[in-house]
């Protein structure tokens, strides 16, 4: 796939950068929304985020579509998760992840502010 399609302007969209992470935010309607999550080549959320959010692992859940790249991730339990694009994604709470390889991962991520969580059900036992 031709991912300079994937990285274009998007039309309403809030861009931010967090520890070399480049979101762009589309809000849908309420508290939902659209975001476009490129994470780069040797990105590792415990060697770039980590310092800069203060919490051990990623407390966020991930919902949506990986279409570039691959990631793997790595729960506190040690349980391990790998995706390969074009795939969908479910991560809960409480994970470490990287990119795999050397191309980029793009993420198309759902979610619902701070209810992310519990409107999808992605708590881990």
Same mark, same amino acid.
Not at 92 to 97: L, M, V
């Given at each position: 796939?031709?991912?300079?399609?994937?990285?274009?302007?998007?039309?309403?969209?809030?861009?931010?950068?967090?520890?070399?992470?480049?979101?762009?935010?589309?809000?849908?309607?309420?508290?939902?929304?659209?975001?476009?999550?490129?994470?780069?080549?040797?990105?590792?959320?415990?060697?770039?985020?980590?310092?800069?959010?203060?919490?051990?692992?990623?407390?966020?859940?991930? !919902? @949506?579509?990986?279409? %570039?790249?691959?990631?793997?991730?790595?729960?506190?339990?040690? &349980?391990? #998760?790998?995706?390969?694009?074009?795939?969908?994604?479910?991560?809960?709470?409480?994970?470490?992840?990287?990119? !795999? @390889?050397?191309?980029? %991962?793009?993420?198309?991520?759902?979610?619902?502010?701070?209810? &992310?969580? #519990?409107?999808?059900?992605?708590?881990?036992?």
């Amino acid at each position: 796939m031709d991912t300079a399609t994937l990285l274009g302007p998007l039309k309403d969209a809030t861009r931010r950068e967090v520890g070399g992470v480049q979101v762009d935010v589309v809000r849908t309607s309420g508290s939902s929304r659209v975001k476009r999550v490129v994470y780069p080549a040797g990105f590792r959320w415990s060697k770039d985020l980590k310092p800069v959010l203060g919490t051990e692992l990623c407390q966020h859940a991930h !919902v @949506g579509f990986l279409a %570039a790249g691959r990631l793997a991730i790595q729960y506190a339990d040690g &349980t391990q #998760e790998e995706y390969a694009a074009p795939q969908v994604v479910a991560i809960a709470p409480g994970h470490d992840g990287w990119v !795999v @390889g050397e191309e980029p %991962a793009i993420l198309i991520e759902f979610d619902f502010e701070g209810e &992310t969580v #519990e409107r999808l059900g992605l708590k881990r036992p």
